[in-house]
């Protein structure tokens, strides 16, 4: 019998430093009828022995043969999971506590919806937290006005948490998979084909925990020199 619900987590050499606490954040979730599917992005660390560590039949463990990034792996997740729900974990984040039960609870109670949303709780590299973030409960044309500009000049600077999405597993391919040909923000990009032909609702509890460290994807590309506001401008002539 399938699980309920899919869990893809792309990771790339986080064995040394956040992947165990993120696995054990979903394993010890008391909603237990899921499948954590791990993308191993050809890590050169520890990563496989330190998922098979946990000896969890629940665990679905592929390794790819070469490094593809984080929205190729996620979208290579998705084609393997086997659930009627799907969501998604990055490897140095956390589940919050009943995450999944909630969000379940929300998508059984209402068929009409593709797609929940919550809270999330930003932490340091030590799980210390800096900040809880709400997400909103805008009208969706409101909520695609304010993608359709650039963060600099949003009425809120978090709309949706995309980390934060539980969705019936076969909207991800109504809205399309991630693209990969983005080298930033494919997340965001993602995120507005999504509200634009979603049904979606709000759940005002902490389903996430975003860990804000030197290493973090967005920190990463910056430093790679990486323009957030050209590639922010590209996204929005999209859907403009």
């Known amino acids: 019998m399938n699980p309920k619900v899919?869990?893809?987590?792309?990771?790339?050499?986080?064995a040394i430093s956040f992947l165990k606490d993120a696995i054990s954040s979903v394993l010890s979730q008391g909603f237990s009828d899921f499948e954590l599917i791990i993308i191993d992005d050809a890590s050169t660390d520890n990563t496989e022995s330190l998922v098979q560590s946990?000896?969890?039949k629940r665990i679905?463990?592929?390794k790819t043969t070469q490094n593809h990034g984080e929205y190729w792996s996620t979208n290579y997740g998705v084609n393997i999971a086997r659930a009627k729900y799907l969501t998604w974990v990055h490897s140095d984040d956390l589940l919050a506590k009943d995450s999944l039960r909630l969000r379940t609870k929300e998508l059984e109670n209402d068929p009409r919806l593709d797609f929940v949303h919550g809270d999330i709780?930003?932490?340091?590299?030590?799980?210390k937290i800096i900040?809880?973030?709400?997400?909103?409960?805008?009208p969706k044309a409101k909520i695609i006005s304010q993608y359709l500009l650039l963060p600099r000049e949003?009425?809120?600077?978090?709309?949706?948490?995309h980390t934060t999405i539980m969705m019936k597993w076969n909207f991800f391919y109504k809205a399309g998979p991630l693209d990969c040909s983005l080298p930033y923000a494919g997340?965001?990009?993602?995120?507005?084909?999504?509200?634009?032909?979603?049904?979606?609702?709000y759940i005002p509890q902490t389903l996430y925990y975003y860990r804000s460290?030197?290493?973090?994807?967005?920190?990463?590309?910056?430093?790679?020199?990486?323009?957030?506001?050209?590639i922010n401008r590209m996204i929005i002539r999209r859907y403009e």
């Open 54 to 56: 946990f000896n969890d």
């Open 121 to 127: 709780i930003k932490i340091d590299e030590k799980g």
């Open 213 to 230: 460290h030197k290493d973090t994807r967005r920190v990463v590309d910056i430093k790679n020199g990486i323009d957030e506001e050209k």
């Open 131 to 138: 900040q809880k973030v709400e997400s909103i409960s805008w």
């Open 6 to 14: 899919s869990i893809v987590m792309p990771t790339y050499n986080r």
């Open 60 to 62: 679905v463990y592929v």
């Open 154 to 161: 949003r009425e809120k600077k978090y709309l949706i948490h």
């Open 187 to 201: 997340d965001i990009d993602w995120l507005i084909r999504a509200i634009k032909i979603g049904n979606f609702s």
